[in-house]
């Protein structure tokens, strides 16, 4: 009886290393493939195994629960992480960093350093974090959709890798949600400048205008390459009074 029980211990350790060898085959076949095809951006986030928004601390918007953000920036996302430096509770960076957007998935500045620490490292997917630079992007749209901020850093990021089409698509999203804030449309007019797309560059600038922001980088940015024009001014009729005068009765 024991003999056959070993047999079969034996039998099911067998499967699993041939389970476990035929999937890791597989991955690195479609690690291979992944090389050869440039899939749109959406397409890739779900290729990317970017991973659910659950998570032990937060998250949290770092727009509206302050305090709780305080105790990540003080135990991880420190002045030398942010830089770049070094890290605040491992030697490199990239792990307090992947701790903050773990925790706080749609902070501007924590996004900014990691996509600079992509370019730093020349990869992907930084030391230290559990994703890819473009999955942290993903992931801080889906937390917070609304976030025109995150959508500003991430058509950058966009537009570095090439992809003019889908930065010019986040900066489109990005206006939706930028309402009358001046500062926001005005943010939006220098990216799409960025990426020489003028016409829009123009109509953000004039609804910052519109709006009384008074900056005029965006302007004289324009004017450099030709592309300004003055904002039209809405022209005023006088009303007219139908009341007839008195000797007309």
Same mark, same amino acid.
């Given at each position: 009886m024991k003999a056959i029980m070993i047999r079969q211990r034996k039998k099911q350790l067998k499967d699993r290393h041939a389970s476990?060898?035929?999937?890791?085959?597989?991955?690195?076949?479609?690690?291979f493939m992944s090389g050869f095809y440039a899939l749109p951006a959406i397409a890739q986030s779900h290729n990317l195994s970017c991973g659910s928004l659950e998570n032990g601390y937060g998250p949290i918007d770092y727009r509206d629960d302050r305090g709780k953000a305080a105790i990540v920036y003080d135990?991880?996302?420190?002045?030398?992480? $942010?830089?770049?430096i070094?890290?605040?509770? @491992?030697?490199?960076?990239? =792990?307090?960093?992947?701790?903050?957007? &773990? !925790?706080?998935?749609?902070?501007?500045?924590?996004?900014?350093?990691?996509?600079?620490?992509? $370019?730093?490292?020349?990869?992907?997917?930084? @030391?230290?974090?559990?994703? =890819?630079?473009?999955?942290?992007?993903? &992931? !801080?749209v889906r937390f917070r959709p609304d976030d025109a901020i995150v959508r500003m850093i991430y058509s950058t990021f966009l537009n570095k890798q090439g992809r003019v089409a889908a930065a010019n698509k986040e900066l489109e999203i990005a206006t939706t949600y930028a309402k009358d804030n001046a500062f926001t449309h005005y943010n939006i007019g220098l990216h799409y400048f960025d990426l020489k797309n003028y016409d829009q560059a123009l109509v953000e600038a004039h609804k910052a205008i519109a709006l009384g922001f008074p900056g005029t980088a965006l302007r004289d940015r324009l004017l450099s390459v030709g592309k300004w024009t003055e904002p039209t001014r809405a022209v005023t009729t006088p009303a007219i009074d139908a009341t007839p005068p008195a000797d007309a009765k």
């Open positions: 476990l060898g035929f999937r890791s085959t597989l991955s690195v076949i479609l690690l135990a991880h996302f420190t002045p030398q992480v $942010e830089a770049l070094s890290g605040s509770t @491992s030697t490199k960076p990239g =792990s307090d960093l992947d701790y903050t957007l &773990r !925790a706080i998935p749609n902070n501007p500045r924590a996004l900014i350093s990691m996509m600079r620490l992509g $370019e730093k490292e020349k990869t992907p997917q930084p @030391s230290g974090s559990r994703y =890819s630079v473009e999955c942290w992007f993903d &992931r !801080a």
